[in-house]
């Protein structure tokens, strides 16, 4: 394990920025979103949660697959095989990383998405562990250690240094580059930061969210159940809830009319959206109520049954913040399970 | 003096035994003190709250709403009335199915303005009881998890409610304690708009771009404004070449905006929810409160539809081409 005394992090930014490009939490006209580090950039290192998730590096909104132009009679296909550089991601905090596991499951399963595979490998994940939960985090009731980040790298904060340890071989050759910039330190060092998140961690108000109900019962009873209709209510429909997340992994792949040429592009798609899964006859869901009901009956219900359990929110409550109508994945999780 | 959720529920249960409505659409308390959401009440009341967290404009629901049998009542706050009687006045509500109770407001809380003070771990909001002023200023005793601070009020209401420029409800049923309502305008409701007037074209130019490219087209604007009310958006259909998902390209999102801005021009009732819901912080209301500038410059109108009167000294097209010219 590596230190490095806390008023030289802008330093340590600069020598990592000239090893490689490197994106960190930062303030982008009032939002914070993981942005390129120049030599000026402020790292923003108190937001716990980027608006957008650090799912877009893997995962951008729109990714161009092919272009097709058309001239007179003949079309010319153009392949988009524009490669990633590597790049490193510091203050990925621990329910972020945690995403892109679940995210893996549906990507990297066979046959592989090679955009997806092609970032994942060029990119070194460097997390950082949270000193200050927020009350809408509940990254424990998945089993998430906000005090042990991992990723490729794992880092520490108290009032006088960032702690640094590599865990894999990325995290090792990118350490290996820049080791002359820390001491080393022992890990007993970190002990106490550790203590002091988890009993930050014990307090918040859903570390006994219970979701028994969701693993117990079966996916038809769920389905069926009365309180869809009332949980659903405020819902706008807008998607946000969707598009902050870091496991949503829906996409829709389309064609843009330029005039000129045809692009074929991949992009975010919503639940939540009326030209969702839309097929010859239209959109299966009809309702909100149904759209609603699909994107927890995933994440709860329908991918553990398809992944050995794992649930497919990591509790970084983004949905508990953005909705503007506050609906989210804790207030359906218990309101459908409650008894009454 | 504080406005009470109970006696709003009170004359909520009055009116529904009394037989003026048979639900009601209300807001709901949440798992913390500010996450109140918009809900039917049908049978029972369990969860009903107004309160300082109840920011969100449940006009627009009363599209679906109102097409069921029997009536709704439904909560409006002065803002939200301005959203209820144009969505009435464009026909896409039908008014007697509704009971429009009108209640008092003193000003919505933003949570994200609290966070912006470098609060976390929020548990509990409490107005100071001692030192309360008669002029509003009072504070927050903001709870959390690492400890408590001392916020003002004023410091963190919605800038919705900071440019609310007064407190009159229009064309509700019934207006509850109106004395209630608290004044909470600062004064600059066009202050924003005039700054960007006066930005050099190039420079204006950019402000908008870096701010429009911030969006992620999650359409929270467009759903929850009750001008927009279209039965399907432009942009979500498919055939006509500019479906919301085609934004391969960042200038797709600008001129969502400005599509957007042009449709509720002359119709937008600046309620700020827009801007409100935007995950992304835009300041969307500047769009529209650019188009609410001119009318009244231009046509002298401020609360009717400009759009719908026509009178032969209304300015030309050459009028807005000069004044436009000043700022190139
Ligand atoms: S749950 Fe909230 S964020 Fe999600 S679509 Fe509905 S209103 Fe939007
Ligand atoms: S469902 Fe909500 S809390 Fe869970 S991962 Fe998605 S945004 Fe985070
Ligand atoms: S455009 Fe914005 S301010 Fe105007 S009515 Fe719609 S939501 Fe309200
Ligand atoms: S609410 Fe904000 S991010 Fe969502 S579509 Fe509107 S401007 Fe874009």
């Not at chain 1, 982008?28 to 108190?46: I, L, M, P, Q």
């Not at chain 1, 090679?114 to 998945?142: D, G, H, L, Q, S």
């Not at chain 2, 009363?62 to 301005?82: A, F, H």
């Not at chain 2, 609410?292 to 410059?297: A, G, N, R, T």
Request: charged letters at 30%; proline letters at 3%; hydrophobic letters at 30%.
């Amino acid at each position: 394990m590596y230190k490095i005394a806390y008023s030289e992090i802008y330093n340590l930014f600069d020598r990592i920025k000239d090893v490689i490009t490197l994106f960190l939490p930062a303030k982008n006209d009032g939002a914070v979103s993981f942005s390129k580090y120049e030599s000026g950039t402020r790292y923003e290192a108190d937001a716990l949660n980027t608006v957008r998730s650090a799912k877009d590096f893997f995962f951008p909104q729109t990714q161009n697959i092919a272009e097709f132009k058309i001239s007179g009679k003949s079309i010319e296909i153009l392949q988009n095989t524009e490669e990633t550089g590597k790049f490193a991601v510091f203050g990925v905090r621990a329910c972020d990383e945690k995403s892109f596991g679940i995210l893996d499951r549906v990507f990297l399963s066979e046959p592989s998405d090679p955009y997806y595979n092609e970032k994942r490998e060029k990119a070194v994940i460097i997390t950082a562990a949270c000193n200050y939960p927020e009350e809408t985090c509940f990254c424990t009731a998945f089993g998430i250690d906000p005090s042990e980040p991992r990723g490729d790298v794992s880092t520490w904060v108290s009032e006088d240094f960032l702690y640094w340890k590599a865990n894999t071989e990325k995290g090792e050759e990118l350490t290996n580059k820049i080791a002359d910039i820390f001491e080393r330190c022992n890990d007993g060092e970190i002990i106490s930061i550790k203590n002091n998140i988890k009993t930050a961690a014990e307090k918040l108000p859903f570390v006994s969210l219970n979701l028994d109900y969701w693993r117990n019962t079966g996916e038809k009873e769920i389905f069926a159940s009365e309180k869809w209709e009332s949980v659903y209510k405020g819902c706008l429909g807008c998607g946000t809830c969707t598009f902050v997340c870091p496991t949503c992994q829906c996409y829709d792949v389309r064609d843009f009319d330029s005039g000129k040429s045809v692009r074929k592009f991949r992009c975010w798609d919503s639940c939540m959206y009326s030209d969702f899964t839309k097929m010859a006859h239209g959109n299966p869901r009809k309702s909100q109520k149904e759209r609603f009901r699909q994107r927890f009956m995933h994440k709860l219900k329908y991918f553990p049954e398809n992944n050995g359990g794992i649930f497919s929110c990591v509790g970084c409550g983004r949905c508990l913040k953005s909705c503007p109508q506050s609906l989210n994945i804790i207030k359906v999780a218990r309101s459908v399970a409650a008894d009454d | 003096m504080r406005i009470e959720s109970d006696i709003i529920l009170g004359k909520v249960k009055r009116l529904v035994s009394d037989g003026k409505a048979d639900r009601v659409f209300a807001w709901k308390k949440g798992n913390f003190c500010y996450d109140t959401e918009p809900s039917l009440f049908t049978d029972n009341y369990v969860g009903f709250t107004y309160d300082d967290f109840c920011a969100a404009n449940l006009c627009k629901f009363m599209i679906n709403e109102s097409k069921k049998d029997g009536k709704t009542l439904v909560l409006i706050k002065p803002c939200d009335s301005k959203g209820l009687a144009l969505l009435e006045k464009e026909h896409r509500i039908n008014r007697e199915r509704i009971y429009a109770l009108g209640v008092p407001c003193a000003g919505k809380i933003d949570m994200d303005k609290i966070r912006e003070n470098g609060v976390k771990g929020v548990i509990g909001i409490e107005e100071e009881k001692e030192n309360v002023s008669c002029n509003g200023d009072e504070n927050l005793i903001i709870k959390t998890l690492y400890g408590d601070k001392i916020i003002p009020k004023k410091s963190v209401l919605y800038d919705k409610c900071l440019s609310c420029t007064d407190k009159e409800h229009v064309g509700c049923d019934e207006v509850f304690m109106p004395e209630l309502s608290e004044d909470t305008y600062d004064g600059k409701k066009f202050e924003g708009v005039k700054k960007i007037e006066n930005m050099p074209s190039d420079e204006r130019f950019s402000f908008w771009r870096s701010q429009l490219s911030k969006c992620i087209r999650c359409n929270a604007c467009r759903n929850v404004c009750p001008v927009c009310s279209c039965v399907k958006c432009i942009f979500d259909n498919d055939n006509s070449g500019i479906a919301s998902k085609a934004n391969s390209d960042d200038f797709e999102e600008n001129l969502y905006h400005i599509i957007r801005a042009f449709h509720v021009c002359g119709r937008c009732v600046d309620c700020g929810e827009c801007s409100r819901v935007c995950p992304e912080k835009i300041p969307l209301h500047l769009l529209n409160r650019k188009y609410i500038k001119d009318i009244k410059e231009l046509y002298g109108y401020e609360k009717e539809p400009a759009l719908l009167t026509f009178t032969k000294s209304d300015a030309e097209p050459s009028v807005i081409y000069e004044r436009g010219e000043k700022n190139v």
